[in-house]
């Protein structure tokens, strides 16, 4: 133990006294408003207008905003809000501002719960029927006499979860209130998800909708270069660094947070490395890392059948089974359940869950000719193999799994 303690002590004080390279590493991080925001100049413009008239007691118009992943949306909105807040306290307007990731609250429950919270009103974290605790919501609400405005980022990932009944409850919120206005913005990652909602939802929320275009490498170098500035020491990075972050960035879909990422990573890189400057090649290093971790937050937050049938994909693949079809992998995966102890969801379930497990990049589903017979899916790891194991291995159920093999595949691997 007493030699641990020495390691440790040699890491925090040789990195204690490497001091040479960020300034101010939080800069580089998702969660940091700058206070500027390049090249989104017109959607904080425009965005300005559409809430303005909160500063004289009128309601604005619920915004809708969607874009990839890194284009700007969340920084923007929370940028335009926060000054709005300050100009409102500057003159006493009383306006109030809560904030809701959608994918983390996960239920209708927990997002009025968060609302409740921004506005003090006591509701238990559980407990309650979700009508009961929207009733208190909206007592609350007309009580404190204030304009409201409901953030729900990540929209879409509750709206497929729990479909938009949500949604319509809160648009049509301010015809049971005369002493308080609520307006929401809703922020989506996904362009279509528009289609999921019902007209009488999409025409209510989308009464003034903004587009965030994903950034080009250009853009993308001078968001960089700005938070550059501020995170490290001068003369601690090669422009080429900086550009290759960009471009990285901009080949997966013009997204800012990765090139924030991998600028971050490659610093931390060259400081382990006790480097004197960062450079390409620590950048292609953070790459590697934040792929690598990427995959592993992907697998280890799946819901419990998702892991299920990536499973049986995994164990199709030990057959020697690389391209499977929606049937192979069904048919491991009930043996799964049934060993695990839990009911097989149905096979079109299943199905269903594969084509999502395809959106995120875990899967390869594509679809091939037969010729006269039709055309089917062949189905495919799209992520190696050392992650996966890595994460199921110390996983609950599927960990107690390692050493089964079902009865379908036993005689393609020659286990009679």
Same mark, same amino acid.
């Given at each position: 133990m007493e030699k641990e303690i020495d390691i440790l002590d040699t890491v925090f004080e040789r990195?204690? #006294? #490497?001091? !040479?390279?960020?300034r101010d590493r939080d800069v580089l991080r998702h969660d940091y408003i700058p206070e500027k925001l390049p090249h989104r100049e017109d959607q904080i413009k425009y965005l300005g207008m559409v809430v303005a008239p909160l500063l004289k007691t009128e309601r604005c118009s619920n915004i809708f905003i969607y874009g990839k992943t890194g284009t700007g949306k969340t920084a923007v909105m929370k940028y335009v809000l926060n000054r709005l807040a300050q100009k409102a306290a500057e003159f006493g307007v009383p306006v109030k501002i809560a904030y809701v990731n959608c994918r983390l609250a996960g239920t209708e429950y927990r997002v009025f719960t968060s609302l409740c919270d921004a506005l003090d009103i006591s509701v238990p974290f559980t407990g309650l029927a979700v009508g009961e605790v929207f009733d208190r919501f909206k007592k609350g609400l007309e009580k404190r006499k204030l304009s409201f405005i409901v953030v729900l980022d990540e929209l879409d990932e509750l709206i497929?979860?729990?479909?938009?009944?949500l949604l319509y409850e809160l648009t049509r919120v301010n015809e049971?209130? #005369? *002493?308080?206005? /609520?307006? %929401?913005?809703? %922020?989506?990652?996904?362009?279509?998800?528009?289609?999921?909602? *019902?007209?009488? /939802?999409?025409?209510s929320l989308s009464e003034e909708e903004v587009v965030f275009n994903p950034y080009d490498a250009s853009e993308l170098q001078d968001i960089l270069w700005e938070r550059a500035e501020l995170a490290f020491y001068e003369g601690v990075l090669h422009r080429g660094a900086v550009s290759l972050c960009a471009a990285l960035a901009a080949a997966e879909h013009g997204d800012a947070r990765?090139?924030?990422?991998?600028?971050?990573?490659?610093?931390? /890189?060259?400081?382990?490395?006790?480097?004197? %400057? %960062?450079t390409e090649d620590n950048v292609r290093e953070a790459e590697k890392r934040i792929e690598h971790d990427r995959i592993i937050d992907a697998l280890?937050?799946?819901?419990? !059948?998702?892991?299920?049938?990536?499973? #049986?994909v995994y164990l199709l693949g030990k057959a020697n089974i690389y391209s499977a079809i929606t049937g192979d992998i069904y048919e491991v995966y009930t043996e799964l359940c049934k060993e695990i102890g839990t009911s097989p969801l149905t096979q079109?379930?299943?199905?269903?869950? =594969?084509? *999502?497990?395809?959106? =995120?990049g875990l899967l390869n589903a594509r679809v091939v000719s037969r010729g006269r017979y039709g055309r089917t899916k062949k189905i495919s790891l799209a992520i190696p193999r050392t992650p996966f194991k890595e994460v199921y291995a110390n996983n609950g159920h599927l960990g107690q799994l390692t050493n089964f093999t079902p009865n379908c595949l036993k005689l393609k691997l020659g286990k009679n």
């Open positions: 990195f204690l #006294s #490497s001091t !040479h390279f960020f497929r979860a729990r479909g938009d009944v049971s209130l #005369s *002493e308080s206005k /609520v307006s %929401i913005v809703g %922020i989506s990652n996904d362009l279509r998800f528009k289609e999921l909602l *019902e007209p009488r /939802v999409l025409s990765r090139a924030l990422d991998l600028l971050r990573v490659a610093g931390e /890189v060259a400081e382990r490395e006790n480097a004197n %400057i %960062i280890t937050n799946l819901t419990p !059948h998702s892991k299920f049938v990536l499973y #049986s079109r379930r299943v199905s269903g869950l =594969i084509n *999502e497990l395809d959106a =995120i």
